[in-house]
């Protein structure tokens, strides 16, 4: 089982833009202060990429907000496969 540390998901979220960087920064002072930065409080379970969020990221790649590379990493693809699922779309790379 993958698990996912807290402190990817705030920085998740900062980066997608659902917190600021002061939020953000309140986070990991929380975290700190709790002794978090050292070791994870209970790690999150890992979360399958349902059709719904592989939708969004093919729109954000039809859209140009992400290239090839984000689309990649966002679907946990190899570079190649990715190329490959973007020519299935019809967008070419």
């Not at 998740?12 to 978090?36: M, T, V």
């Amino acid at each position: 089982m993958c698990k996912v540390s807290f402190q990817a998901v705030v920085m998740a979220l900062r980066n997608y833009g659902l917190i600021s960087e002061q939020e953000k920064s309140k986070f990991f002072a929380i975290l700190a202060a709790r002794g978090y930065r050292e070791a994870e409080p209970e790690p999150l379970r890992y979360f399958e990429k349902n059709i719904r969020y592989n939708l969004h990221v093919q729109d954000l790649y039809r859209a140009g907000a992400i290239g090839v590379n984000k689309m990649a990493e966002h679907l946990g693809l190899p570079i190649i496969e990715a190329r490959r699922v973007v020519q299935e779309w019809g967008v070419g790379s």
